[in-house]
């Protein structure tokens, strides 16, 4: 299904009922937006802090490195999708 929306002048677009019900975002839950060659992708931001504490590690935790992990992840599933449908 395709959506077609107007940008505000804030720079503001509401995503589709159907679009947030298919990713489970809910009202002021933080999305992901990832610039992969001429498309953009949206998903939900994921809380990996809920998971802290539940291995024991020596490793310190960094919001930054974890982020650029995930990011690297996605990016890299998604070029896997991009390139099975060709």
Request: proline share 3%; net charge positive; charged share 30%.
């Amino acid at each position: 299904m395709i959506y077609t929306n107007r940008l505000t002048q804030k720079g503001q677009v509401t995503i589709p009922q159907e679009i947030r019900n298919f990713l489970g975002i809910k009202p002021r839950q933080f999305v992901t937006f990832i610039k992969y060659k001429n498309q953009v992708i949206i998903t939900p931001k994921k809380n990996i802090s809920s998971l802290m504490g539940s291995l024991k590690t020596r490793k310190k935790y960094s919001d930054e490195k974890a982020d650029k992990s995930i990011m690297e992840y996605i990016k890299k599933e998604y070029a896997k999708e991009i390139s099975s449908r060709r």
